[in-house]
């Protein structure tokens, strides 16, 4: 069974840190571009940041730059985002997806999908 299960989120203070992780079961996420999503409560889903096999990324959310990186370790078949300096307004359900070669903004072009990780910024 193809799976991806997102972990790491949870509740931090702002401008503290999180490193959420997107572990692929069932297959090799090797050739695959990894998304990682986000949707705040009453709001559309949103990309957030992308990364290639290649490992070259792509920021679709201006609002992370400088806070958000993207990773891969694919010995370990899994992706990383490392979330720095939050904001409540990162608050949010965090999900990974895949698509077997390419970077895509637009959720519908994703064939695999998380269940999702709750990432809750708060003092």
């Known amino acids: 069974q193809l799976q991806l299960v997102e972990s790491g989120g949870g509740l931090v203070q702002p401008g503290g840190s999180l490193r959420l992780s997107c572990a692929a079961s069932?297959?090799?996420?090797?050739?695959?571009?990894i998304a990682w999503f986000r949707q705040a409560p009453g709001k559309e889903r949103e990309a957030v940041l992308c990364?290639?096999?290649?490992?070259?990324?792509?920021n679709y959310a201006d609002s992370v730059e400088g806070r958000f990186t993207i990773s891969r370790d694919n010995a370990k078949n899994t992706v990383y985002l490392q979330m720095n300096s939050l904001k409540p307004e990162d608050t949010g359900m965090y999900y990974c997806?895949?698509?077997?070669?390419?970077?895509?903004?637009?959720?519908?072009?994703?064939?695999?999908w998380g269940q999702g990780t709750q990432v809750t910024v708060s003092s």
């Open positions: 997806a895949a698509h077997p070669a390419l970077c895509w903004y637009a959720d519908g072009k994703y064939d695999y």
């Open positions: 990364i290639y096999s290649s490992g070259d990324s792509v």
């Open positions: 069932g297959f090799s996420l090797d050739y695959y571009a």
